[in-house]
């Protein structure tokens, strides 16, 4: 690295949910500010993207995955070593926002160390006339499990760049602490190994 060039923390970030949530469309919201059909994902895609908050620079590898349930046994590669994820379901359809709440389970199962920064995204905001999951009862859930919320719409882009935000800034804030931590622990390990006065271990007589 140059003297000149700043240190830039890289993140993995997994969305997962059920097929047609507009995880792909959230992505590509937020990588190229466009929205258009595609295709449904096979297996896995695989973008990265380069942020500066506070200060900081910041590369999110965002990994989206495939909510076909035929991929669904092969998902726990793709989170492997995720230090977020986006937990995606239709504001329009309670069996995604069910099927969002399992793959917390899911998650939990395989994150042991509790670190990772976990949002709840209510996506489709913009289909509000035909809502079935309310934003109390999202709320509640996620304020209940401690993770992030927001709704968002891919296609209007209501919301979006502000959870990409939001879990960058609590990855920032958690790394920030990690560090301290760190930091205070090598201060009390120098001071119970720096002898004090009236403890040394070889005073002449
Ligand atoms: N109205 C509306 N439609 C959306 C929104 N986001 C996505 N869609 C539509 O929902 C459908 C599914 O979107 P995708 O982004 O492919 O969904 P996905 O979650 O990636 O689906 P899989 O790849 O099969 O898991 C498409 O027809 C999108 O155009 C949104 O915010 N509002
Ligand atoms: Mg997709």
């Known amino acids: 690295m140059l003297p ?16 047609d949530v507009g995880k792909s469309s959230l992505v ?22 380069r942020i500066n908050l506070q200060g900081k620079n910041l590369h999110f590898e965002i ?6 349930e035929r991929y669904h046994s092969v ?12 937990l995606v379901y239709d504001i329009t359809s309670k069996e995604t926002f069910s099927r969002a709440q399992l793959w917390l389970q899911e998650l939990q199962k395989y994150v042991l160390n509790g670190k990772m920064v976990i949002a709840l995204v209510g996506n489709k905001s913009d289909l ?6 309310s934003t109390e009862d999202a709320l509640a ?7 992030l919320f927001m709704e968002t719409s891919a296609k209007t882009g209501s919301g979006v760049n502000e959870v990409f935000e939001a879990v960058a800034s609590k990855l920032l804030t958690l790394e920030k602490q990690k560090e301290e931590n760190q930091h205070i622990s090598r201060i009390s390990l120098q001071e119970t190994h720096s ?3 009236g403890h040394r271990c070889c005073t002449s007589l």
């Open 141 to 147: 859930f996620a304020e209940q499990k401690q993770l």
């Open 195 to 197: 002898p004090s006065e």
């Open 4 to 19: 000149h060039e700043e240190s830039t923390d890289s993140f993995k970030l997994v969305l997962l949910g059920s097929t």
């Open 128 to 133: 509000h006339d035909n809502r079935k999951v």
């Open 28 to 49: 590509l919201r937020y990588i190229r500010d466009d929205f258009r059909e595609i295709v449904s994902t096979t297996g896995c895609a695989f973008f990265t993207q």
């Open 63 to 68: 990994w989206d995955t495939a909510g076909q």
């Open 75 to 86: 998902c726990h590669l793709y989170y492997r070593g995720a230090r977020a994820a986006l």
